[in-house]
């Protein structure tokens, strides 16, 4: 009889500690500090503005900003100014000999001169000598304005904005899948904590009831009614449910402690909100079908899916021309007859057409079309895997409320124990252990409804993660359910 009467206790114990250590973490040691109370709402919001993990899921959404606006300057033209400076080996110079030696009757000119130069008194060096132009000299100095704008790259300049867009996209989905994780770990902390309370104060009653009943067990043995080993075992279940509640006192601590360290508190936080219950859950499909419409995680696929098309375009258009308008002036020049040779400015269209190239554009573009097959098989799975995902987190919610339910009539049945063994004890038709049994068993019916409710507020809020935004869940906790009692 003992031993199926306290296996609840003993489980739920089990329960808790588990619970507690999943609660606290690596902390540090808790220092004296002023009590804030905070109801859930409140807590969500605290953690929203100071959360450091929320705070770099944002700063990614900027980032992907920026480089989208980055992206938009790949329309622009391409403007600079350009200056260079030249040494050359030696003065680059023109002379009559250079330049009829590069004439099909450069010899004949020559001979000509050859012969003409003695009628003027001159060698026919002195006449190609004196005829010698420069063209550049050994120190050159040049400055131009240079312009090249794209007006056709095979489409390339579409799909990197298209890229671009898509990684927004992603880190926004990025953004509400960890602020969906921190709202998650908020309700196991925070509800965890009340839970901690409701298990507590059980305690606290149990350990009164059983006070009451060693004061009681004392009276009688010193008038005679009872054995002196019915008064030790009162004391005995006394002094274990004393240390059972020290325990939970520490337990309680840890959690809260926790959750202070979450929401970056300057005092304790202490929750004001309690545990509840929903006696009609929505319909299952209406939670099925809000998850695969809205999900971040499936839209962060289709966001994958954008940018992967965007390189399917990119390869795509390394087979075709691309097309620029250039031009070209000149600020500065030396003054030599090579610079005047030169004009000023130039302006033209060119085309490039790719006939061999090593990047690599046939298996890139089979790459990413495989990618995209990837993420469509990844898409079907992770629907298939949110429908199961959602049923069995509604199934659990039905399981909690119905364990909840379930042991009302249990708790009256310990209720109305606890009274009648205490009235026999006292009339010596009952012995300290029946009604130790009789504590401990209504304690632990008080326990499991406390861990049901707790069990059914994770499941609902996980529901609510998966089909809505976590603010859905609070508007339906202040609204749609009972408080568990």
């Known amino acids: 009889m003992v031993g199926i009467v306290n296996r609840p206790l003993r489980i739920l114990q089990g329960v808790v500690t588990v619970t507690g250590l999943l609660l606290c973490g690596p902390l540090a040691a808790s220092s004296n500090s002023v009590d804030i109370a905070m109801s859930f709402a409140e807590a969500w919001h605290q953690v929203a503005a100071e959360s450091d ?95 090249q704008w794209p007006i056709y790259a095979g489409g390339r300049i579409d799909a990197a904005q298209d890229i671009a867009g898509g990684r927004v996209k992603e880190a926004g989905h990025a953004l509400e899948m960890k602020t969906e994780e921190q709202f998650e770990n908020l309700i196991r902390y925070y509800f965890g904590a009340v839970l901690t309370r409701k298990v507590l104060e059980t305690r606290i009653e149990v350990e009164a009831g059983l006070k009451k009943h060693r004061d ?76 695969l419409a809205r999900y971040p995680g499936l839209l962060l696929l289709d966001s994958k899916k954008e940018q992967v098309e965007g390189l399917i375009n990119i390869e795509t258009g390394k087979y075709l021309p691309s097309v620029a308008v250039f031009g070209n002036y000149s600020l500065y020049e030396e003054d030599d007859l090579a610079t005047k040779l030169v004009p000023d400015w130039v302006v033209g269209v060119g085309m490039h057409i790719p006939i061999l190239e090593r990047t690599g554009r046939s298996g890139n573009l089979k790459a990413a079309k495989t990618m995209v097959r990837r993420i469509d098989a990844l898409q079907l799975q992770a629907r298939s895997d949110l429908s199961v995902l ?63 409710g707790y069990n059914f507020v994770l499941a609902l809020a996980k529901l609510h993660i998966l089909s809505d935004k976590p603010e859905s869940f609070m508007q339906y906790q202040y609204t749609q359910v009972t408080e568990v009692q």
């Open 53 to 147: 993990a929320l705070a770099a899921a944002r700063a990614n959404v900027e980032e992907a900003e920026y480089k989208k606006d980055a992206a938009r300057d790949l329309y622009l033209p391409e403007i600079g100014i350009s200056a260079s400076y030249l040494y050359l080996d030696d003065t680059v110079t023109l002379s009559p000999e250079d330049l009829l030696e590069s004439m099909p009757a450069g010899d004949l000119v020559s001979l000509t001169l050859a012969g003409l130069a003695p009628n003027f008194g001159l060698s026919a060096g002195q006449i190609n000598s004196g005829l010698t132009s420069t063209i550049a000299e050994r120190e050159n100095l040049t400055s131009s304005l240079r312009a």
């Open 390 to 452: 959602v049923e069995k987190v509604y199934r659990q919610a039905e399981q909690a409320y119905e364990e909840y339910r379930g042991l009302g009539s249990s708790l009256q049945l310990a209720e109305e124990t606890v009274r009648l063994r205490s009235k026999a004890f006292s009339q010596g038709l009952s012995t300290s252990l029946d009604v130790v049994d009789a504590e401990l068993f209504r304690a632990g019916i008080k326990t499991q409804r406390a861990v049901a």
């Open 216 to 291: 009681h067990a004392i009276l009688l043995e010193e008038q005679g009614q009872i054995a002196k080993v019915e008064r030790m075992q009162s004391e005995a279940s006394y002094d274990k449910v004393r240390v059972e509640r020290r325990k939970t006192d520490r337990d309680l601590e840890i959690a809260q402690l926790a959750l202070t360290r979450m929401l970056k508190s300057s005092g304790t936080v202490v929750p004001t909100d309690s545990l509840f219950i929903d006696e009609s859950l929505p319909p299952l499909s209406g939670f099925i079908d809000k998850t």
